[in-house]
């Protein structure tokens, strides 16, 4: 072991608190300390997702206060996956955004990478923590850095985007210590395993109430129509690698409060399917939106929001398969979106008012950027051998598992849909009827390159090879399937 | 017509949560095995800490206190972020008056006071009421005064910044000289003292001070950048 | 040995087709020049002209394909023929007639024009291209109805080629003809299209203006063609008597028959002007397919 | 029975390589592109054993490759018309840009069609499937002036198919729980009956989709005109046949044992006799030769359809035999356009005359392929008409075989159009320098005009491998009963004698040519073709008068009320609609933060309204 | 006193609450100026807040601090304690929020030069 679950929030913390002093010493240090702290939490990651894989979960207890008392966190194959992910995309995130711009001072540098490490921080720490409330403030961190970070650019519609975010945000926090105090003022707990335990004592209309309001409250922030309308304006307005960090980290943590509240806390059978309504409601009225956008990062955000519809919605079939299903989407979201953010950005860059209409030709003026906003776009529509295409694989096998033909045709429309869209762009970067601009063309950095290279490399890797990860997501789908399991792992620790 | 459909909305969400809270009584006991008794009992029996409120905040679930701290240095970051501006944008103060001698000589008289106030707040938090966060709040209070006394009050950016991480890595560290010399973060590894002595409660007290400053430091941060946003310039 | 035979009868074959068909041809002119009341050529005006064309000498060519253009059409009509039983019940002549059946006979009918069509298209006549477009656009036309009344008679009697059709007309005693009067019907309405007489002279349009195959053809070219279309015009009326007017056992009924035949489209196309060529086609695909249709019918309640 | 994967590595690393060979030198590129198709194909005839099956497990999910007979047969056309067109190909492109990009797809199409051959399970058979779409859908894009959007039209159709193949598939999954074709048809008869009729219908849309059968045929006049014709010879030629390919499949394995099926059957008889006929229709009305025949296409897919989808013995030989001649005459006629489109730089028919004097091997291959496809004995084309006649009147579909004798009547014209816009005609001063096409791209076409010949009197060798595909998939063997090495029987007991009739056909031939040639080119002197008489004029040097526009008019006027509108519209239409309606939803986001906040409410009390009925 | 009234006396405290937090709610939803929402999220904040202070009281409870002279006067009842320190740590992060809400305003009045936020809306569809 290389440590312990919680160093996943301790260090970054540290770091963050030592950044403004190592920037006096050093102002390139502001810069390479975030990369470093990720790179050794993705040493840590994988170590520990490697041991967890063998040994079962580990329970982090805090302040050495066993479970019901103290905070804990929980670093089991489900979660530990989820946060191996994130971390490896924060990772990704920080080296491409290393030296993003050139222009970029100092004083904003330190800002964005700090609120960029502790985005991911928080987000980390919604997965890995065991208490709701615990929870709640790890929200309020990621809301707050990503508060921060959609309004990075000084132009004008990035505050209007943030400030719908905020609102929202804060909405959504309301609703969450609503419900937070609803199931503590009937049980006297807050932690989750407590709270699983003895959630059949609880009074089903207030037990109700309060999961509604739990999923009001991480709707907002996991997209779910109509809660999203923060969405694609924060992710268009916020720089590019932000809106990977978006799509591929902070949604991610707040599908998984979601589902963590539905699977292991609350057991309200309806849930499920009311998550494959709103999940299904998410995704169709997203992709329909995104078939219309003229901005580029627009149309990714309606389609992250699509797709994380969609994750919703195998998650709601509540069998192991959709869990699989919906764990293996959220990778290949991961990994796919934030290659299209990434390329989408440069493509952004060299394009006129940001339109997509403007993007005629630019397959020749960056072949490599454009190369791989294609493969990106193939991977998401599901085109096999490419990784995504496993996803909608399992996705539709778990539908069909639950002769959900009705739901399964829907999935495949939208699809369509989204086909259209995506195709619509790559059609664009290809056609060589270019238009006479004089804007000079802006190369994506070494660094950013190789990112693009490495997630473009993933997605052929887990096209060509779904070996890789598909052991990893049964442990997982089957960790978050047994609550049981999860609730005796919990409240058995003592100190 | 949207604002009946607002007070129809609202009327409905009031009365769900209105049933849901009066449902749970006032002031009755509504749970059997909650955490709380364990903490009213072990506050005194192993953290020998008087303010229960702190032992939580500070130890219990120190965890969570350790994130609020990071909304705060958060905030703060995230508003020096988004009011940024590049060195030759920077407006003038936006306080356009000069203040009367009376404010001016009234808050440099108060300002020490206040200072002391929230020291000593955040010093007893273990022992009374307040804490770090109080503490912290006071002490800004008094930076805030002394900004809108002098039109010329200056606070050194980097000075506040120096302060908050110095408070927040004494936070952190201290949590993982727990995970170091205990065996889980933030756990207590120091003697706990006498109850309801000054030092007592182990880590506790270093905590709430070091949040304190932290807290201090950010809210004057906060304050002062967003006074020195430069103000509608017809005046 | 056999072969030999075989190969002579089918010379046979040919030469009486040859001088049957030309003499049709130049009654034809008779018939029609009496008709307009003119006194019209002689009968053997036919042998006249092909004799003077074959005698003379080629000069100039236009390519390849004008050159063999001539020499598909042969292929066509000669085939026609060869697969066409002449006589019923009669050993003699039998040439193809084993080998192929009526589907193999209708797609060997357009070989011909087709392979011409590509000859005098390659003399770059611009008129010459119209003509072909129209014959082939007819030929769409009168192919549907022709087409019904086989497969009328086809599926009525459970077999696909020709000499199983005679026996089958045979065995029941009735002309098919009568048996089977609207696929007979149907039929000659198609045939109205297959032999281009007035109404359906659109290919050549002799009246107005020197179009279709023949425009840039001269000498032994034309020879080819006009001995081809006399071969051509014998074998479809045999088939016609073979299949509908219960064969023939000798040439002189054989010969009866098949100028009754002759003179339905002549005798119509007299009357008639000339049709525009959508008219055409839609005169095709409207009574003479109707019977067609009727035919089928028939065919599949018996 | 590893050479099945090295055969996909030599694919997969030529195809990579050709790519970024180009850097180093187009020669190069050439021949690594060559050595990979070639030395796949030889690798495959040579090494890979039929009937012999492998299976592996990525993902939890068992797949099996390996090829049986009716594979084999498709891999025929496959690898057969991959290989010619590949060295045409290289003709083909010398002196183009992104040659890469070409080759790189090229060979992963290829490479996809043998996948889907050698698939015996669902998941593998489509993701071959999706690589063979989106590798085509690249080289329709390849000219990067897709302005129309035909590309984007192919994808889409491509994509509803996919995705009905797709739902099927799982759909099968959900009963058998593994994805293997075997299992498939094992456990179909025990399904539900809805499943029964829905399972074939999604497979068939698919499949329906790339044998552009009517009415999902719009995106292929688009696509196969605009993509490159070294390629399109491919497209049209091998890659629509995956589409009968797996129709025969469904039909044979599934429909068969339906108690529904005719209905099945009928209907896609009828569909294919349609999508002949209107294909036909269509293809008389084009001046552009690529799209004429891509219109050809879909009306010869129609044909193949029909062919199959009667399900007799008779119908499937018909219908497979068709499928491989079109695979060579298709394949020819686009190289023939392919290399007129090099050589002059247009393929219109208005513009392009008189080539026959200066392109004569091409002429030629083009003139074998067209009356192939005309359907004209002695080629080829005829043994699969005649069988499909025979098929159908043998099995009572008087009406179709009319109407598909109305349409391979009418293609008459626009074969005969097809020669002559190119070949006849005036000859030009424009077109004064063109030249043959260079020997890669004419021996490839040459080679198949020939065989198509020779498949006109000896079709056994190829009903030799259909019989033997058909005989695997559960019928009983055809040879000695419907065919022979050159003889064809109906079930009548009626039979044409291919051999003699040749003979006597090239006798008769030959011997009227030597008439007509008596004197040979020496004593006739060739002419301009200008020096004619046309309505009494002779017309100028600069004047043309080849008769190239409004072809077929007349027929065209006759035929015009089935004309009117086209299919496409209506898909138009509808997309117009979705769209407008997707434009008007959006509008939800009003962009106003505040009526944000206020569906968060709404959402709430709504959901606490229902709280009862949604939990 | 009789227990009707402290009854709705109960009642009223929760009401109170709840009722700020509605009508912060409203200002936040129905008011048009930018300031004015962000005070409406405060106002119903703090109504939120004193939600939950009153779910943690007990009747007859006291602060939960042992002070010195407490501890001698044994098994007097403490109120819950969990409830104040969320709402230290609530409050805490409302602040925070509030800022940043606040510099937002700041920043959208730079640019748009208004507050009403009907005008500022040009992210949309």
Known sequence: MVGTPVLFIAIPLLAAFLIPLLGMIWKELVRIVPGLVLIYLLILAVNLLDHVMVHGPIIEIIAGWAPPIGINLVFSAFSGFLVTIMIFLGLLIWLYSYRFKKNVGYEPAKKYFLLLMMLITGSVGIVLTGDIFNMFVFIEITGISAYGLTAFYTGRDSAEASFKYLMLGSIASTFLLLAIMIIYSQLGTLNMADIANRIHTMNPTYKIISLIFFITALGIEAEIFPLNGWAPDAYSEAPGPVGAAFAGIVVKASVYAIIRYIFTIFDVDGAFNFLIIIGMLTLIIAEMAAIRQEKLKRMLAYSSIGQMGLVLVAFGFGTEEGVYAALFLMLNHAIIKSLLFFSGSYLVYNSKDKLIAEMNGLGKKLPITSFLFALGAFAIIGLPPFAGFWSKLSVLTAAADKNMIFIMSLILFVSLIELVYYLRVVNRLYNSKEKASSIEVKKPTANALITMLVLGGLILLIGFYPDVVTGVLHKASAALMDKSQYIHNVLSINQ | MKKILIILLLAGLGFYIATTYTGIGFGEPHFKHGVKDTYLKQTVQSLHVANTVTAIVVNFRGFDTLGEVTVLFLAVTALGSILYKKRHEVGVRSVLFSSSSIVTAGSKLLFPAIILLGAYVFIHGHLTPGGGFQGGVIIATGFLLMLLAYRNYSVSHIILSIVESIAGITFAGIGLLGLIYGETFLQNFLPVGVLNNVFSGGIIPIIYIAVGFKVAAELTGVIYTILHEKGESNG | MELFINILGAIVTFLVAFIVGMTYGGLNRKITARVQNRKGPPFYQNFIDAFKLSSKETAIHHGIMHYLGPAFLMVSSVMTLLIVPVFTNNGWFPNLNFKGDLIFLIYIMTFGPLGMALGSGQTGNPNAAIGVTRGLSQMVGFEIPWVMALIALMIQYHTTSIEGLMEAQAQTGTWFMFSSPFAFIAAILAMFGMFRYSPFDIVSAPTELASGPASENGGKYLFVMMSSGSVFTFAKLTLYVDLFLGGAANLPVLLLKTFALYLIPILYGMTTPRYRTEQAIRWFWGWPSFFGLLAIIQAVIL | MATLYLIFIIFLGGAILTYYAGKLGSVLQDIIFLATILGATSLFYAGVHINDFMSFNPGGITLTWGINYFGWLFSLIVLGLGSLAAVYSVGYMKGKKRRGYFYFNFILSIMAMLGILVSQDLISFFIFWEIMTWSSYLMVIYNGKDDQKLGLKYFIFSAIGAYAMLMAIVMVHSVTNTFLIGNMIEAYPQMSLSWQIWIPILFLTAFGVKAAMMPLHVWAPGAYSSSPMAYTSVFSGALSKMGIYGMVIILVTMISHLPQGIWFRETLAWLGGLTAALGTLWAIKQDDAKKLLAYSSIAQLGYIITGVAIGTELGLLAGLFLAVMHALFKGTLFMVVGAIEKQTGTTNFTEVTGLIRKMPWTFFSALLAIIALAGIPPLGGFVGKWMLYEALITSNHYLLVILIFFASTAAFLYCYKFLFGFFMGQEEKEWEHVKEAPATMVVPMVLMALFMAVLGSWPGIILNPINNGLVDLGFVSTYKHLWDTSILFNSWGNQVVLKPLLYSVVAIFVFFAIVLIWKGFKGTRYVSTKDISSSGEVPGENENLTFSLGFAQPFLRAVGPVMKRQIDRYYTEFADGLESFFEFLRRIYTGNGQTYAIYVFVFVVIVLLFKDVLF | ?125
Do not use: C
């Open chain 5, 1 to 125: 006193m009789d227990n009707a009234l402290f009854d709705l006396l109960d009642y009223a405290v929760y009401g109170t609450a709840i009722l700020v937090m509605l009508i912060g709610i409203y200002g936040a939803l129905a008011k048009k100026s930018l300031l004015k929402i962000v005070i409406g999220l405060s106002v119903s904040d703090s109504g939120l807040n004193m939600l939950i202070v009153a779910i943690g009281y007990l009747k007859g409870g006291t602060a939960p601090i042992f002070s010195p002279g407490y501890l001698d006067g044994t098994n007097k009842l403490m109120v819950d304690p969990v409830p104040q320190a969320l709402v230290l740590t609530a409050i805490v992060i409302g602040f925070g929020v509030t800022a940043v809400a606040l510099a937002l305003v700041i920043r959208l009045y730079r640019h748009h030069g208004t507050l009403n936020i009907d005008e500022i809306k040009n992210l949309k569809w």
